[in-house]
């Protein structure tokens, strides 16, 4: 019994799982609007968006990659994604549009760092320039609604309605999460192909030595990645009924920061999506409880920066302790 | 052949010869406004801060390490300043106040980088959020103005004709590029960025020599903030956002690598400059100013491209090829 503990502690998942509902514990005993469906409803709507881009992050990142430049690509997606759908585009067409965009800059990215090998923190770099000059370039072209964060918005009411409505009380945003937190999770523990980015991340090479082939499957990543940025932007415009462009540069930082909380490494080789999905949980919470505290939202970066600090110095120490 | 190899594997060179084309170019395009007094005192003012903080930085990125923080550094520190002058704390000890608190930012997240081995960017980017809060908390979210004007004079003053904040801009990077040169003590980086195990087995203490790093860049973003808040003679807590990028892709410019090892501050201030050049091209050209992140950002990609090509090519022209697997960064 007292190994099953010890077992149990030594996984990521379990500590997390602990936090979270000592969170709630607190927050609802604090708190009487807390426990409520419609502060539950909100916190899963957050969380739907950011666990669907975190769990392509977290392929990323199990492979040594990772990608700095979501913000800006989540800005120009939804740039285009707006004027398509403000010319009276078909529905369809518009996102099939916007998912092909997506991979297609994911493969790009993708192809930079893999055939020329160059680092992907300058890479992905270089691409968050481009990409937030496009966005703000394209932007001023279409006829945003609003003119100060360049807010998309006026789609047609077929659209809204693709993550837009509830179902059994529940967001039907909730159900596309799960669907992709289910796959995500089944192909890269079980899938032989995406397997391989623990490999890759471990060791890369010994990877190439053994005969994966690493630049296509960090081809295949970055387009992931990309792909999974244009359905959160469908799915987030179609939610909220606006798309909005400017203030997204927090976004890749906070995924990333997800992730590392959820237990996986910037060298590579280690993560799992379902820890990435408990740190999406635990910073939605964080935020949430102090907007329902009415504390300052100032705080929220403070304390998302010493979760940060805190997880990954238990993490080291642990691991440092483990080795002796 | 020769000599074009040479021209192209040294980054200052080939890089201060394309910027000094592009400025003949734009000398004989747009000579009224481009040559203008106001114009070229403008890029200067424009590129000043970055510059401050660019000759640590790339003594920091030489050794491999890394900082995402300075920017929220830079706003803090222009914010403690700005509290300080405005409790009515004299200027001379409000300035060495806020140094010292950049440099003990520096010195906590150095630490942890340097003597527990975390990784920088996780580090330097949970500071970033706490840091970025903390500008927020203490300011409550609003500039802050009102200084004394000895203070706000500062900045501006002119010496020989040339702003201070300038001057010291000029003087940092100059001092920078002396050190790194120069200096024992400072070229340890090389050692550390190109293998740190080896450089430990030398008898570099390894530690230090990052922790310094980690204790400069803060500090000297501290003095950025501080010589910014006395030129606007206000203090805008979003004012160091986009610091960290921008330097760091005008570091890489300059021919630095994210893995260490290589880079001088003569490279980083002509990555500077050539930054700061294509955003006054757009502005002369009337271009939309929102296109400036564009061509920023294509030519970083091409140039680590190039970076990681040229080197590709030289060996395919100079050597055998080796069967080994590549896993060379750039």
């Known amino acids: ?5 010890a077992k149990a502690f030594k996984k990521r998942e379990v500590v997390l799982l602990l936090v979270i509902i000592l969170l709630c514990a607190v927050a609802g005993l604090t708190s009487k609007s807390f426990f409520t469906m419609d502060n539950f409803r909100a916190v899963m709507v957050i969380v739907s968006i950011h666990t669907i881009a975190a769990c392509a992050m977290t392929v990323l990142m199990v492979s040594g990659g990772f990608d700095i430049s979501i913000g800006s ?12 759908l403000n010319r009276g585009t078909n529905i369809t067409v518009s996102i099939i549009i916007v998912l092909i965009i997506g991979y297609f800059i994911g493969t790009c990215i993708g192809f930079i760092i893999s055939k020329f090998n160059v680092n992907p923190f300058i890479t992905t770099l270089g691409a968050m320039f481009i990409f937030k000059g496009l966005a703000w370039g394209v932007g001023i072209l279409g006829k945003p609604v609003e003119n100060q964060r360049m807010v998309f918005g006026n789609f047609p009411q077929a659209f809204n309605n693709i993550a837009g409505g509830r179902f059994f009380g529940v967001e039907y945003i909730v159900f596309y999460m799960v669907g992709i937190l289910i796959i995500f999770s089944v192909f890269l523990n079980y899938n032989k192909f995406l397997r391989q980015n623990f490999y890759v991340g471990g060791n890369e090479t010994a990877a190439r030595l053994v005969g994966i082939k ?15 940025i244009a359905v959160v932007v469908v799915l987030k415009a179609s939610r909220y009924q606006f798309a909005v462009v400017l203030g997204n540069e927090g976004f890749p930082m906070e995924i990333i920061t997800a992730v590392i909380i959820g237990g996986a490494s910037l060298r590579g080789g280690g993560g799992s999506i379902i820890g990435s999905f408990l740190g999406v949980v635990l910073l939605t919470l964080v935020y949430n409880i102090i907007t329902i505290l009415g504390i300052v939202p100032y705080w929220y970066g403070f304390l998302v920066g010493f979760i940060l600090l805190a997880s990954i110095l238990v993490y080291e120490t642990t691991k440092k302790f483990k080795i002796r | 052949m020769n000599i074009i190899k040479k021209f192209f594997s040294n980054r200052v060179l080939s890089l201060s010869f394309f910027v000094f084309l592009f400025i003949l170019f734009l000398a004989i395009s747009k000579p009224a406004s481009f040559l203008s007094q106001i114009n070229i005192w403008g890029v200067l003012y424009g590129i000043s801060t970055n510059m401050i903080v660019a000759g640590a930085m790339t003594s920091l990125l030489i050794s491999g390490g890394f900082d995402l923080s300075v920017g929220s550094v830079l706003a803090f520190c222009m914010m403690v300043v700005s509290l300080l002058l405005r409790a009515g704390v004299p200027i001379p000890l409000a300035i060495i106040i806020t140094i010292a608190v950049g440099a003990i930012l520096g010195a906590v997240m150095g630490s942890i980088i340097a003597y527990i081995g975390i990784n920088p960017f996780v580090v330097t980017l949970a500071g970033w959020f706490i840091i970025d809060a903390l500008i927020l908390i203490i300011s409550g979210g609003t500039a802050i103005s009102g200084f004394p004007k000895v203070f706000t004079a500062m900045a501006n003053y002119k010496i020989l004709k040339v702003p201070f904040i300038i001057l010291f801009a000029f003087i940092t990077m100059i001092l920078f590029e002396i050190l790194l040169r120069n200096n024992k003590f400072f070229r340890q980086n090389f050692f550390i960025g190109g293998n740190e195990k080896a ?18 860049v803060s500090a000297m973003a501290a003095f950025a903030g501080i010589l910014l808040a006395s030129r606007f ?30 880079g001088s501050a003569t490279g980083t201030f002509v990555g500077l400059l050539f930054v700061a050049l294509i955003s006054d091209a757009i502005v002369l050209f009337s271009v939309k100013v929102q296109w400036t992140n564009v061509f920023i950002g294509a030519i970083l990609i091409f140039i680590v491209i190039m970076d990681a090509n040229t080197s590709k090519i030289i060996q ?3 050597q055998p090829k080796l069967s080994l697997p590549k896993n060379r960064k750039t």
């Open chain 2, 199 to 216: 450089a430990e087995l030398l008898g570099i203490n390894v530690r230090k020599v990052k922790l310094i790093n980690y204790i400069l």
């Open chain 2, 316 to 318: 395919k022209l100079g």
């Open chain 1, 1 to 5: 019994m007292k190994s099953f503990f």
């Open chain 2, 233 to 262: 003679s206000v203090s805008i807590p979003t004012a160091g956002s986009e610091t960290a990028f921008q330097v760091i892709a005008a570091i890489i410019i300059g021919g630095a690598s994210l893995q260490g090892g290589r």
């Open chain 1, 214 to 228: 690493v630049d296509r499957l960090k081809v295949f990543n970055y387009a992931l990645m990309g792909l999974m």
């Open chain 1, 73 to 84: 690509v989540l800005a120009f997606i939804s740039v285009i994604l707006g004027i398509l």
